[in-house]
């Protein structure tokens, strides 16, 4: 059958089961949404304020459901305006395909208005790209953009079509997607020399990353950990992949991790890395990262491999089948002078204390969990606000927590919660944000109105740029540059003249009654919840420091 370029996108799209789309129209793009016109009882589109919040709301709903996000956008400016949110997308390795227009094919190279070399410009923040200037090749490449996103290291992948590609004439024949290619496995030497390293290991610890999550290998990790007796310590990426009230749980690791997972990590015998690449933000000091452990790691990426820590075994292939070939090689242990030791470096961390004289936001975040259910999800911006939603929340499974940690991107919240909400309009969304972070995106508010998304956003005020005034106070003398904007926004107000609901309030029965009353809206609320700029996010290991570093208080 015949059909233009614009109407096989749609098509192609429907292939692949995409039912939902974000962005922004625009000159070039707009044969592309006079198809999207055609067929928009099969395919919804979401119009964002910003193709920044497009490209967030794309990375959100792919990181809520396990699918591939879409995002449409128009050249030149509205092309650039995705960079941050493919980048964001890229460094979590969450699969999405951005499809973008660009000027006809005759005037590509000529400076024209709105042209832009947007392969070129994301090249290196993409698994892949195509520029596409020949209607014959378009459904190649969108397929092929697919079967990249979802193979391997998920990422994104970039589809820039000429004006012209998207009003020419092609034959359309419908065809399955391409099959997604078959991850590497271990082989069965690798894995008895693991299992033989863990039956002999008398401190053992499992640090996982985002890894385990992108192959839904959370439950041969808990039978892992069962059979082995040994304790898991997870990356922010992984929120979820362990209960927070597991008996073998360690917390979050890291520079503001918990103290048990930090000092287990330290003070292990043996290492078992899963679906983590060792960030900096994790092994703060590369020599001194777990200095007497044998080290193993296993990545779907080779190029993970020994990059930032030396190990002693690695495998290169998929987590998942790895922990279900292992588990038969592994004997039934107990390890109950290690779970000692654990248990005082608990009785260490809970001795961090959120009951203070002042509104903490740890506090609230307990109490918003403990009014909502398990299929809540949670988004965070950046900032101090991130780390004590990923320290507080009481993580029970995976893809509920969603955000922004290899790119740390200030204004990801709001449109990767609409990108959730959009998702599942049945679930609550709960959106943790900082004044600072807040400002970046905040126009997306105007979205989730015009949705009617009855999403709840608790913005801790405390009128700084909090993690920046952190160190400027831990580490630069309380010298205070530019981290002081003495802003005066009003969010009630602001948040009413976009249509929806605010509540301010500065104590935490008054948080408690205002959340309650956002629970029965349907549209999106805000909470403005006054807190002290001295709080801080505790534990901290500075740069360049070990446990023995760690600051409590």
């Known amino acids: 059958m015949e059909k233009t370029g614009a109407q096989l996108i749609l098509e192609v799209l429907m292939e692949h089961n995409v039912d939902m789309v974000f962005g922004y129209p625009g000159g070039a793009a707009l044969n592309v949404y006079d198809a999207l016109y055609e067929y928009k009882d099969r395919v919804k589109h979401i119009m964002t304020a910003h193709e920044q919040g497009a490209s967030h709301a794309a990375d959100g709903y792919a990181r809520a459901t396990g699918k591939t996000g879409v995002v449409f956008a128009t050249s030149g400016p509205g092309a650039t305006n ?24 005759n005037m590509i190279g000529r400076d024209s208005f709105q042209e832009i070399y947007i392969t070129g410009i994301t090249m290196p923040i993409t698994k892949h790209n195509f520029f596409v200037n020949r209607v014959e090749d378009l459904a190649d490449a969108l397929r092929q953009a697919f079967c990249i996103a979802q193979s391997g290291r998920k990422g994104p992948v970039l589809v820039d079509i000429t004006k012209d590609v ?90 503001h991790g918990s103290v048990t997972a930090n000092e287990a990590l330290y003070h292990a015998d043996l290492v ?142 709001y449109g990767a919660a609409i990108g959730a909400q959009a998702a599942f309009p049945e679930k609550r969304i709960i959106h943790f944000t900082g004044d600072a972070s807040f400002h970046m995106n905040l126009n997306e508010a105007c979205t989730a109105v015009s949705q009617n998304m009855p999403i709840i956003t608790v913005i801790f005020d405390n009128r700084v740029l909090g993690m920046v005034y952190q160190w400027q106070t831990a580490f630069y003398g309380k010298r205070y540059s530019s981290t002081t904007p003495e802003r005066k926004t009003d969010f009630v107000k602001v948040i009413e003249g976009f249509g929806g609901t605010g509540y301010h309030v500065d104590s935490e029965e008054a948080f408690c009654t205002a959340f309650q009353k956002a629970l029965k809206e349907e549209g999106p609320v805000w909470i403005v919840c006054d807190i002290s700029r001295e709080i801080k996010v505790l534990p901290m290991i500075p740069n360049g420091g070990t446990v023995q570093d760690m600051i409590l208080e």
């Open 272 to 413: 078992l890395a899963l679906g983590t690449r060792f960030s900096d933000r994790v092994a703060l000091n590369i020599e001194k990262f777990s200095p007497g452990a044998v080290k193993i790691q296993v990545d779907i990426d080779p190029c993970e491999i020994n990059k930032n820590v030396p190990v002693d075994q690695y495998i290169v292939g998929d987590v998942k089948d790895f922990l279900e070939r292992l588990l038969p090689l592994l004997e039934k242990r107990e390890h109950p002078n290690w779970k000692k030791q654990i248990t005082q470096w608990q009785e260490k961390q809970e001795k961090i204390s959120v009951h203070t004289d002042v509104l903490h936001p740890g506090r609230l975040i307990r109490d918003v969990c403990d009014m909502t259910d398990q299929e809540t999800i949670y988004v965070t911006d950046v900032g101090q606000h991130q780390m004590w939603a990923a320290q507080y929340v009481k993580h029970k499974q995976t893809k509920h927590f969603l955000t922004s940690g290899g790119l740390g991107t200030m204004g990801y919240g």
């Open 82 to 105: 995705l960079v941050t949110g493919i980048a964001t997308a890229y460094m979590d390795s969450v699969p999405m395909v951005a499809i973008t227009s660009n000027v006809p094919n």
């Open 166 to 255: 998207t009003a020419a004439i092609t034959e359309y024949v419908p065809q399955a997607p391409l099959p997604i290619q078959e991850l590497p496995k271990a082989e069965d030497a690798e894995l008895q020399k693991v299992a033989e390293a863990i039956n002999h290991a008398s401190c053992p610890v499992i640090y996982c990353g985002g890894g385990v999550v992108s192959v839904q290998a959370e439950q041969a990790l808990h039978a892992l950990m069962e059979v082995a007796d040994i304790p898991a310590a997870y990356t922010m990426m992984a929120a979820g992949a362990v209960a927070y009230d597991d008996e073998r749980s360690l917390g979050m690791i890291g520079m």
